[in-house]
């Protein structure tokens, strides 16, 4: 049994196979956009966190190889432990060399100067004579004499480095040219978002200064929002304007497409192995339970979907649930639709699955709580659906509750017409059907008692794992 998923394996015949998302398009896009542009230019895939990034391009550097390109590949955040980016782009690009070692040495010598830091003498000056009273006119005089000398030095060393970057630049070109002079070097920067704030800057503007040449393509892997609020860490201003930052660095923008939850969670469902328990024999054979697995899948997506959660955040919860689902023996009831719909709560709402967890909430609360998740929709099946899920959940969650502090959930009239109490933002059009349900679910001789707690428990692994399936 799984609950942890791992790295998919990048085939090198066919870097997609393995992948469940039909990523492969926008694979053949980007190497179509890298040929058209092989001059050279910086490629930014903005996507946030937790959306696939990184396996996205590691199947398309494999991709991009079997078209015969060049490539490399830098995470950023496993190296930002070295204070120069230089040295560790440049440590990439040497994986390259073969019968280029002497032009690849060339451009190692021109870069050198690159990395030299010069102290200016008039600052050790001072350092030296802050404390000293009676050197300060001496001192003042010998600034003022060697201002002149000290300027022509700066300028000296300014001019000296801007040709060193100009020399540097020219052999990284010929270096670029001779390892494909039909394709260009696709170099791709993963995890820039997640490193270092000042290191990250540095990367981009060595990018800028310095490898901005003819056939070298950058590739940032990143979380632009996240990248935008290590700009502003570096800089100390929140005010400043992340985005027209990065444009000085970013030539072209591209996002990759949502994925289809419902596609996604059924591949989660099939990683994890949920058809050992929802499958079973006995559950399969019973009228009660054997509608469990579509209940859950369903649930699950639509949460999903609505609340738009990561790929990560999705397999993070698929993961959790897989465990907890091992304290169920095979004839006990899941209510397939709360149970997912708590474990979400207790993952992305914590605060919200403490109140429920120590009945801290009333339950008109919790319903406007419930409500709140799901955003109301004119079609009358999607809202009746959840409002037999918010029953069951008021029910149980009244149920858990001492005999003093329970509350009416709904009153039937002499007419036997049933009128809820709770006023549920879902109902819209489908006035009536929240009491109807909560009568129904109340009712029921199998689970109308049921406590949510019993859900609860099992869900903080309070109980005793059954795991024979």
Same mark, same amino acid.
């Given at each position: 049994?799984?609950?942890?998923?791992?790295?998919?394996?990048?085939?090198?015949?066919?870097?997609?196979?393995?992948?469940?998302?039909?990523?492969?398009?926008?694979?053949?896009?980007?190497?179509?956009?890298?040929?058209?542009?092989?001059?050279?230019?910086?490629?930014?895939?903005?996507?946030?966190?937790?959306?696939?990034?990184?396996?996205?391009?590691?199947?398309?550097?494999?991709?991009?190889?079997?078209?015969?390109?060049?490539?490399?590949?830098?995470?950023?955040?496993?190296?930002?432990?070295?204070?120069? #980016? %230089? *040295?560790? =782009?440049?440590? /990439? $690009?040497?994986?390259?060399?073969?019968?280029?070692?002497?032009?690849?040495?060339?451009? !190692?010598?021109?870069?050198?100067?690159?990395?030299?830091?010069?102290?200016?003498?008039?600052?050790?000056?001072?350092?030296?004579?802050?404390?000293?009273?009676?050197?300060?006119?001496?001192?003042?005089?010998?600034?003022?004499?060697?201002?002149?000398?000290?300027?022509?030095?700066?300028?000296?060393?300014?001019?000296?480095?801007?040709?060193?970057?100009?020399?540097?630049?020219?052999?990284?070109?010929?270096?670029?040219?001779?390892?494909?002079?039909?394709? #260009? %070097? *696709?170099? =791709?920067?993963? /995890? $820039?978002?997640?490193?270092?704030?000042?290191?990250?800057?540095?990367?981009?503007?060595? !990018?800028?200064?310095?490898?901005?040449?003819?056939?070298?393509?950058?590739?940032?892997?990143?979380?632009?929002?996240?990248?935008?609020?290590?700009?502003?860490?570096?800089?100390?201003?929140?005010?400043?304007?992340?985005?027209?930052?990065?444009?000085?660095?970013?030539?072209?923008?591209?996002?990759?497409?949502?994925?289809?939850?419902?596609?996604?969670?059924?591949?989660?469902?099939?990683?994890?192995?949920?058809?050992?328990?929802?499958?079973?024999?006995?559950?399969?054979?019973?009228?009660?339970?054997?509608?469990?697995?579509?209940?859950?899948?369903?649930?699950?997506?639509?949460?999903?979907?609505?609340?738009?959660?990561?790929?990560?955040?999705?397999?993070?919860?698929?993961?959790?649930?897989?465990?907890?689902?091992?304290?169920?023996?095979?004839?006990?009831?899941?209510?397939?639709?709360?149970?997912?719909?708590?474990?979400?709560?207790?993952?992305?709402?914590?605060?919200?699955?403490?109140?429920?967890?120590?009945?801290?909430?009333?339950?008109?609360?919790?319903?406007?709580?419930?409500?709140?998740?799901?955003?109301?929709?004119?079609?009358?099946?999607?809202?009746?659906?959840?409002?037999?899920?918010?029953?069951?959940?008021?029910?149980?969650?009244?149920?858990?509750?001492?005999?003093?502090?329970?509350?009416?959930?709904?009153?039937?009239?002499?007419?036997?017409?049933?009128?809820?109490?709770?006023?549920?933002?879902?109902?819209?059009?489908?006035?009536?059907?929240?009491?109807?349900?909560?009568?129904?679910?109340?009712?029921?001789?199998?689970?109308?008692?049921?406590?949510?707690?019993?859900?609860?428990?099992?869900?903080?692994?309070?109980?005793?794992?059954?795991?024979?399936?």
């Amino acid at each position: 049994m799984k609950i942890k998923h791992i790295d998919l394996c990048v085939d090198e015949k066919d870097p997609f196979i393995n992948c469940q998302l039909d990523r492969v398009t926008y694979a053949q896009i980007l190497t179509d956009t890298v040929g058209i542009y092989s001059d050279g230019f910086v490629l930014a895939i903005n996507n946030e966190w937790g959306t696939g990034k990184t396996t996205f391009v590691k199947m398309w550097q494999q991709y991009l190889k079997n078209e015969g390109y060049n490539t490399l590949y830098f995470n950023a955040w496993e190296n930002d432990f070295d204070a120069n #980016p %230089l *040295v560790a =782009i440049m440590s /990439e $690009l040497k994986s390259l060399t073969n019968s280029n070692d002497k032009i690849f040495n060339s451009v !190692i010598q021109k870069g050198a100067i690159l990395t030299k830091k010069i102290l200016p003498t008039v600052l050790k000056a001072i350092a030296k004579n802050y404390i000293d009273t009676d050197s300060i006119v001496d001192l003042v005089e010998k600034v003022s004499e060697g201002t002149t000398e000290i300027l022509e030095d700066e300028i000296k060393i300014y001019s000296n480095k801007k040709k060193s970057v100009k020399d540097f630049k020219g052999e990284l070109e010929k270096f670029i040219i001779g390892t494909n002079e039909d394709k #260009p %070097l *696709v170099f =791709i920067i993963d /995890e $820039l978002d997640r490193c270092r704030p000042n290191y990250a800057v540095e990367v981009l503007e060595q !990018i800028k200064h310095f490898f901005s040449v003819k056939g070298i393509v950058f590739v940032l892997s990143i979380d632009k929002t996240q990248l935008g609020h290590a700009i502003k860490g570096v800089y100390g201003n929140n005010e400043i304007n992340s985005d027209e930052y990065l444009r000085r660095f970013i030539d072209l923008e591209y996002s990759i497409p949502k994925p289809s939850t419902d596609k996604f969670c059924k591949y989660l469902y099939q990683y994890f192995s949920f058809d050992d328990f929802f499958s079973s024999n006995m559950r399969s054979k019973s009228s009660e339970l054997s509608e469990d697995k579509n209940d859950f899948l369903r649930m699950a997506a639509m949460l999903f979907d609505e609340n738009n959660l990561t790929l990560r955040q999705q397999e993070k919860i698929f993961g959790q649930t897989r465990l907890i689902i091992s304290s169920f023996k095979e004839n006990h009831y899941l209510f397939p639709h709360l149970f997912v719909f708590l474990i979400y709560l207790k993952t992305m709402k914590p605060d919200l699955y403490i109140k429920i967890e120590t009945n801290s909430i009333s339950t008109q609360e919790l319903s406007n709580s419930f409500s709140d998740i799901f955003p109301i929709k004119k079609q009358d099946e999607y809202n009746v659906n959840l409002l037999y899920i918010e029953a069951m959940l008021l029910t149980f969650y009244n149920n858990q509750k001492d005999y003093d502090v329970k509350e009416k959930l709904y009153e039937v009239d002499s007419e036997n017409k049933v009128t809820s109490i709770i006023e549920s933002k879902l109902e819209g059009n489908s006035r009536g059907k929240l009491a109807d349900f909560l009568q129904h679910v109340s009712s029921n001789f199998r689970y109308g008692s049921y406590k949510l707690k019993i859900l609860l428990s099992k869900i903080n692994l309070t109980e005793p794992l059954v795991i024979n399936f």
